[in-house]
């Protein structure tokens, strides 16, 4: 049962923060999550050139097993439960909830890194997120986000919410594996990428290609 709602932890911080609009997003949206998973590579750390004692202390924030316990103090502190997420006004609820978990977490990630360090993530978390990068306040901002445009990526984000949250639903059913999840997930944020592509001018992809900075060369298959 832990093990499946570990599985849900996980799940429902993608979905949330990948509805969140601001901070760092999380996964292929973009984040302070996202951050954190990309600082848990060795690549990322070498591009980073991380000490040693950063290192340590990014594990330490990075444990993925961290996770839940964390997760779960910030539900109890809210008078929450994992089952509140079964329903429409559970997971609104949450959205405030996952905007204080992604700032904390913005906060002991840049505690570690210098601002040089901080600004080379920002923008590798911008290569990896792709054109959901666009979902951050911040780039929205810097890419002169029109309302008609604003619209469009919101019916994106919500189709996008549906579809991880039936991932959901199936992960708690135990219908489908976490491997199946994780693909399913990748799958999914592929397609919103493509769809993100086709509401963005060019003018605004070649804006968001030079926020992510020089390429960054991957040494493994990253996250």
């Known amino acids: 049962m832990k093990k499946l709602l ?4 996980v799940l429902a911080i993608a979905v949330m923060s990948q509805a969140q609009r601001g901070g760092f997003g999380m996964m292929q949206g973009g984040g302070a999550a996202s951050a954190a998973m990309l600082l848990a590579r060795e690549d990322v750390q ?3 050139a991380l000490t040693d004692d950063q290192k340590d202390k990014i594990t330490a924030i990075t444990d993925p097993q961290q996770m839940f316990p ?3 103090k910030y539900m109890s502190d809210a008078g929450m439960s994992f089952e509140d997420m079964r329903t ?3 997971r609104k609820k949450m959205g405030p909830l996952m905007e ?3 700032a904390d977490l913005k906060k002991e990630i840049d505690a570690v890194l210098t601002p040089a360090q901080s600004k ?3 923008e590798i978390v911008i290569q990896e997120s792709k054109f959901s990068a666009v979902f951050q ?5 810097a890419l002169s986000i029109t309302e008609d445009q604003d619209a469009k990526l919101k019916a994106l984000q919500k189709a996008q919410q549906d579809a991880q949250r039936g991932l959901g639903t199936q992960m708690r059913n135990q219908e489908i594996t976490m491997e ?3 693909a399913k997930m990748k799958k999914n944020t592929e397609i919103l990428n493509t769809e993100i592509a086709k509401i963005l001018t060019d003018g605004q992809k070649a804006k968001l290609k030079e926020m992510g900075g020089k390429t960054f060369v991957k040494k493994d298959d990253g996250i």
């Open 6 to 9: 570990f599985g849900i932890a």
């Open 46 to 48: 070498a591009e980073l």
């Open 70 to 72: 964390k997760m779960q």
């Open 88 to 90: 429409d006004e559970g």
């Open 100 to 102: 204080k978990m992604q």
């Open 120 to 122: 080379r993530l920002g």
């Open 137 to 141: 306040k911040d780039i929205a901002k």
């Open 180 to 182: 199946e999840l994780q």
